[in-house]
């Protein structure tokens, strides 16, 4: 299979036409080889226009290489400068981490599933991306030890956001995630200036969730 005219064609035919123009975040899809991200048996379904399942362990949440249309325009929503250091919630197999490696200066990608994330750490060893720190832990508390962050990037949908990640941004800094699950999620651009957090709703999507973003329980009584 031709990886480089698929790649070309996932580009030209499901990014570009879902209103994604940032010349960078269209170069990085260009460049980033999908089909070394995914589980050996679905190489050749690397571009197709749909959620990929990855291969998890010791029974964990089911977790996924996003479906590229929403992950270019999150990419693009973030509005990311190569001057950045960026935080993304979920790395998988590394495979968003190679993207903003490429519009980025730094990333740290955190990864709670200890397969995944030697999965991504040896994918991209591999292929010479050596601007991406792999490190393990649990999604919702973030990654504190390395922040603050100019960036934050939730790779999967959530129920809520915990306070820890926005104390974990750097001022100015943004933090890009999809709220809500199936066709009602939403994409949102938060901002922290000044000690406040302001939001931006922007589009409309449906992406898989990452475990460990749910709302408390509430006791009735």
Known sequence: MNFEAARTKMVDNQIRTTDVTSHSVLSAFLSVPREEFVPAKMKELAYIDTDISLEVTNGNAPRFLMEPSPLAKLLQLAEIAKSDVVLEIG???????????????????????????????????????????????????????????????????????????????????????????????????????????????????????????RRAQEFVF
Do not use: M
Request: glycine share 12%; net charge negative; charged share 20%.
């Open 91 to 213: 790395c998988g197999t590394g495979y968003a981490s190679a993207l903003l490696s490429q519009v980025a200066g730094s990333v740290v990608a955190l990864e709670s599933d200890e397969g995944l994330a030697a999965t991504a750490t040896e994918t991209l060893s591999r292929l010479g991306y050596d601007n991406i720190a792999v490190v393990t832990g649990e999604l919702e508390k973030g990654y504190a030890a390395e922040a603050p962050y100019d960036v934050i990037f939730v790779h999967g949908s959530v129920e809520v956001l915990p306070t820890a990640l926005f104390e974990q941004l750097r001022d100015g800094g943004r933090l890009v995630v999809v709220e809500g699950f199936g066709n009602a999620s939403r994409a949102k651009l938060y901002v922290h200036e000044h000690g406040k957090t302001s939001e931006r709703p922007d589009f409309n999507t449906a992406v898989k969730p990452l475990p460990g973003f």
